[in-house]
């Protein structure tokens, strides 16, 4: 799903460079196929995870790095990448963005082994981080405040449709071809990015263009690497290997520094003066937490629903698309109840509410029908991201003055980004824990070999992509196949409840650290 703050970045940017009503549309093709293509790379490698884990023989510690490389440089380098399309051209900067994203693409779809598929996903990232701000900034730019409402409207509209489809579409080049044209059908999208941009997108810069925060940003990235490095190859190491010991103490140490590095730069990516309000801090907290428990869950609900509940990769592409659909479509009216009630009540209703779908992702067993399973989930997990989007939006631009909106858009959806990198390292762990204890547990019943059971306990980091030991009569295969299926559902339901309790810190935020009611609430996220 798409992040919060994207259309107030949008908003909150100077038209600095309004096109024709002709070249308008071309703009609109552009940035809708180019932002497409970063937001559907985010959510389609999830349903791609289980293949990759077969094709790959890849555990869960190398597809964690699958989708993590390519977070953590989007997330570390979001910001830079908008500052430096205001300095040196938003087109110009938007075509090295798509350049470099379908270029990786190209590296993502002929890997071989994990480490070439982490390497390429790595660079997909930067080439995003590049992309995403820079179409944003091109819409801004290219329309003018009469305009760009509705410039918005189609932007929003689109992107939605895009994203929905992007993963049943991905689930269903899987199922009948192959994970490698997951990342290759960006190759033609891309190719038709760069021919409109270069035929009809207007070059646009800032009027008033600020140095690039190059120092903030990689001590941000290393910060952050540092982090998801040490809880990620925990699983792999242990948490008394060196490595995982001395990348922990980098990352916080290194975040730490950031902190004192922003406060003493000329132009900070994040100028901290900005948490001075405590409106800000608490959607920026709440972001955080909530934006949390959405990463880790949709990168383990794949895995249930291919490798537990053996859906079809296309089936489980299409299985969020309910939530998908709710946001889009009641985003309009929840941009009414700030109007109506201010920002606080809906921040409130709207994470209690995905609480309960969460809580609800916690019942299923293995089996049943996804419309009495996984469907009325999905439905109250949407309703409540619908309740908290457009309020979210709305703290945020106007905590800040007007002047800053844009900066604070573009931090609070650089938040939205990390607090999904750092759900997938962290929870990741409880995850193959978890996992790990009930399979030994539900193993200690069935009596096996003792070469048996060292060959499953040495495997238990693969999750529900365990193989079964060779030589195994059919009952006990059968029998430790159940285990596995299991204890796998087990560890999700745990995780389930982890996603309950974010989504209800979510809410306390708000009810501690949002106004009943803002000085300005005239701005609200709308599709029109």
Known sequence: ???????????????????????????LAATILGSSMAFIDGTVVNVALPALQSSLHATVVDVQWVVESYGLFLAALLLIGGAMGDSFGRRSIFLFGTGLFAAASVGCGLSSSISQLIAARSFQGIGAAFLVPSSLAIISASFDEKSRGRAIGTWSGFTAITTALGPVLGGWLIQHASWHWVFLINVP??????????????????????????????????????????FVESANLGWRHPLVLGSLLVGFASLIAFVFVEKRVAAPMVPLSLFKSSSFTGANLLTLLLYAALGIFFFLFPMNLIQVQKYSTTATGAAALPLILLIFFLSRWSGGLVARFGPKLPLIVGPLIAAAGFLL?????????????????????????????APLTTVVMSSVDQARAG???????????????????????????????RLQHSLAALNLAPAALHQIHSGVIRLASLEVPAGLDQQTTSAVQAAIAHSFVFAFRLVAIIC????????????RMIPSRNAALAYHVSPE
Not at 19 to 27: F, N, P
Not at 500 to 511: K, M
């Open 500 to 511: 309950v309790a974010l989504a209800l810190a979510s809410a306390a935020v708000a009810s």
């Open 189 to 230: 999208i891309a190719a038709a990015v760069i021919a409109i941009s270069l035929w009809h997108v207007p070059e646009s810069r800032s009027s008033t263009p600020q140095k690039t925060d190059w120092l903030g940003a990689a001590v941000a990235t290393v910060g952050l690497g540092g982090i998801v490095f040490g």
């Open 1 to 27: 799903m798409n992040q919060p703050c994207q259309e107030a970045v949008i908003r909150s940017g100077d038209s600095t460079a309004p096109c024709s009503a002709r070249s308008q549309a071309w703009v």
């Open 407 to 437: 900066t604070a858009s573009g931090i609070n959806n650089a938040v939205s980004r990390v607090a999904g990198v750092l759900a997938v390292a962290i929870f990741g762990i409880v995850m193959v824990s978890a996992f790990s204890a």
């Open 361 to 389: 992702f916690a019942l299923p067993s293995v089996g049943g029908s996804y419309w009495t399973t996984f469907f009325p989930a999905f439905m109250v997990l949407g309703l409540g991201m619908a309740v908290s989007v």
